[in-house]
């Protein structure tokens, strides 16, 4: 009894397992191709990191412009 409700446990998983599986495939929405890049995608890049580069050269000058003066007292106080 055992074996043949074994048999037909197997059987079953066997038969709804891949049929599920196939199922599923065949109701998926189709896959769709991904956009073309746009043409000024390449050009916009470009202007960004431009941008970067001179935001970070006005940083490093503003940085270097305050090391001159140090906001802490050389000397003791007391």
């Known amino acids: 009894m055992l074996k043949r409700f074994m048999f037909a446990s197997l059987a079953f998983i066997g038969l709804i397992v891949p ?20 043409a000024g995608y390449d050009r916009s890049l470009v202007d960004a990191a431009a941008g970067i580069a001179a935001m970070q050269t006005r940083v ?3 940085a270097a412009a305050s090391d001159g003066g140090s906001a802490t007292p050389r000397g003791s106080i007391f």
């Open 19 to 38: 049929g599920a599986f196939a199922l599923a495939l065949l109701a998926a929405p189709a896959a769709r191709p991904e956009p073309l890049q746009q």
């Open 60 to 62: 490093k000058g503003l």
